[in-house]
């Protein structure tokens, strides 16, 4: 596990490559953010296993046809004035 040092007043250090999820939570009748170091302790904390939460958002758009949103998308591209190049900064 990776160092984390907390002081629950004024700051939190963790490791330049370590992800911070904040996840808001109401507590008390207050709102207050949770952080957390790594998705899996976020995810028990949401009381979902991540991989649910794909699938159940794969599951939402089954019922689309996506041979036509392709298709639309596909004709909104060619309708649309192409974006002008961008000038050097």
């Given at each position: 596990m990776n160092n984390v040092y907390s002081s629950r007043e004024t700051e939190v250090v963790v490791q330049l490559h370590q992800p911070l999820?904040?996840?808001?939570?109401?507590?008390?009748?207050?709102e207050v953010v949770h952080y957390f170091f790594d998705d899996a302790q976020a995810d028990i904390a949401l009381g979902q296993d991540g991989r649910q939460g794909a699938i159940k958002l794969a599951a939402v758009w089954s019922?689309?046809?996506?041979?036509?949103?392709?298709?639309?998308?596909e004709q909104w591209r060619r309708e649309s004035p192409p974006t002008p190049p961008l000038e050097s900064l």
């Open positions: 999820i904040a996840i808001p939570f109401e507590q008390n009748g207050e019922d689309l046809d996506g041979d036509a949103m392709l298709a639309s998308l």
